[in-house]
């Protein structure tokens, strides 16, 4: 009988998130449990999880092994990476984990370490023949620059420290304000995300594309599914020109009724509860991937036009268990349960 025990990394805000992986996995015949890891436990999610435990930067040394112990220890099934940070890490350290039985959740890292670097994602693109924005270094732009642009950091996320410049005393400004910048030319049509699901071999399984209506902090908090088949297309294409497995996201803005791909996130969006709410359940997918049950693919099977439109909730938590979740990890141990680290 089927049963399986989830952990998501990073966990955040990511309660919907944890909330489907929930769903799937207690819907099994054994049932399971989501197991999340997060620096602070304060983090929504933590909340909403079976178990959550404090493990330290994705940077750090310990941080691989302070997962390896957790999948070990709660007999985890599906490890899933959420933050760019760690996807080239966990990529690398895949053949590790399933070792253990862990199916990870994670593209190869060649993919991982071309898509966090806004150059690279757009440059290899764009040499397979899709259509990607032309992008730049500083000091690779043509003259005179091919007016307006956009700078943004090269390795940066959630739309943090990125500009429009339209003259170029603005373009030198921002290329010295930015740190290790690149330069794209500016899109001004509508915004999309593309939700793409790969099973463990690079088939495509669901696209789903999403117009951004209304953003925030690089979230989306107002948008709409749509079944544009141009979009659909694109997704695919991005597939085939850079081996995904499990979650990814494109970011596309229209041009010239075509979509140029400006940026991918090989991992889930934080737009991923549309998706699910449409008929494209990555979750549920996913867990029957790891259990080794087929999965058909369903490219293009989702409600069009369902709209998402988001507000903030809270949890309440007693200032001593604030403290107690805070004390410093017992010494010789990378990880803590929360609520056990005193």
Known sequence: ??????????????????????RAVHDLPQGGRVIVTDINPLSPAVRVADRAYRVPLAGDTGYVDALLDICVAERIGLL????????????????????????????PRTTAEVCNDKRATCA?????????????????????????LFVKPRTGRGGVGAYAARTARELEFFCDYVDDPVVQDLLDG???????L??????????????????????????????????????????????????????????????????????FSGGIPLTIAAGAPFPR?????ALGRPVAPSLGLFTDGLWLTSYESSFYVPDEEVRDALAPVPSGLAHARLGDAA
Do not use: K
């Not at 730049?136 to 043509?142: G, H, V």
């Open 198 to 267: 790969c099973d463990f071999e690079g088939r495509p399984l669901s696209v789903v594309p999403r117009q951004r209506a209304v953003i925030r902090a690089g979230v989306m908090d107002r948008g709409r599914t749509v079944a544009d088949p141009r979009l659909i297309d694109l997704g695919i294409a991005c597939a085939r020109a850079l081996p995904f497995r499990g979650a990814v996201n494109l970011q596309c803005r229209m041009r010239d009724g075509r979509p140029h791909v400006f940026e991918i996130n090989a991992r």
């Open 124 to 148: 290899h693109l764009r040499r397979h023949g899709v259509s990607a924005v032309r992008t730049w270094r500083p000091d690779e732009l043509p003259s005179p620059a091919p007016f307006p």
């Open 80 to 107: 899933v990476p959420t933050i760019d940070d760690e996807l080239p890490l966990m990529a690398g350290a895949r053949p590790v984990f399933e070792a253990h039985g862990v199916q990870v959740a994670v593209s």
């Open 285 to 289: 997918m996913l867990v029957d991937l």
């Open 1 to 22: 009988m089927a049963s399986l025990n989830v952990l998501v990394t990073a966990a955040s805000r990511r309660v919907p998130l944890v909330a489907a992986f929930q």
């Open 190 to 196: 509508p915004e999309y995300t593309i939700d793409v």
